[in-house]
C-alpha cells in the first residue's frame, strides 16, 4: 500500500476534544471509532489507513468495525501488543466485517497490498506501514 500516494509517511494527529468524537474522517468512518480505549484524547490516523478501510467497506458493501484503531503506547502495553505496533503509530486497524468470514477480509484486504496483514480468528489485521509483513495466528 505504501501510503497510497500520500506524500507525508506519518499519521495525522486529532483531538476528540477539539475535533468531537463525531467527526467524519471520510464517509463511513468517524474519529471516535479509531481512538485509543484508554480514553486518550489524542487519536492518530494515517489517510492511507483510511482509504483503505474505506475500499473494504465499499468491496463487500457492508459496515466495517474497527476493534482496535490508534493505540497510546501505554495502552498498547497494557494490553501486552507488539513493541513496534502499528496501532501505536496511528497506521493499524484490527478490523471485522459483519457476515464475512476474517479469511475472505484479509484475502480482499490482500489485493490492496497493504504493509502489513494479519489473520486471526475473529478480526483481521491490516496496516499501511511500508513493509510487506504477513502472519497467521489463527
Known amino acids: 500500500m505504501d501510503y497510497q500516494g500520500h506524500a507525508d509517511g506519518s499519521a495525522k494527529a486529532y483531538s476528540l476534544e477539539e475535533h468531537g468524537p463525531s467527526f467524519q ?3 463511513h ?3 471516535i471509532e479509531f481512538a485509543s480505549r484508554d480514553g486518550a ?3 492518530l490516523v494515517h489517510p492511507a489507513l483510511i482509504d483503505a478501510l474505506e475500499a473494504i467497506r465499499e468491496h463487500f ?3 466495517v468495525h474497527i476493534n482496535s484503531g490508534y ?3 501505554s495502552h498498547n502495553r497494557a494490553i501486552r501488543g507488539s513493541r ?3 496501532h501505536t503509530m496511528g497506521l493499524a486497524a484490527d478490523i471485522d466485517v459483519r457476515g464475512v468470514h476474517p479469511d ?3 484475502d480482499f484486504a490482500e489485493t490492496l497490498q497493504p504493509g502489513g496483514l494479519g ?3 475473529t478480526f483481521t489485521h491490516v496496516d499501511v506501514e511500508g513493509v510487506s509483513r504477513r502472519w497467521d495466528e489463527r
Open 25 to 27: 474522517l471520510s464517509p
Open 29 to 31: 468512518f468517524r474519529l
Open 41 to 43: 484524547d489524542t487519536v
Open 61 to 63: 458493501g457492508k459496515p
Open 71 to 73: 493505540r497510546t503506547k
Open 84 to 86: 513496534n505496533s502499528r
Open 104 to 106: 475472505t477480509v484479509a
Open 119 to 121: 489473520r486471526y480468528h
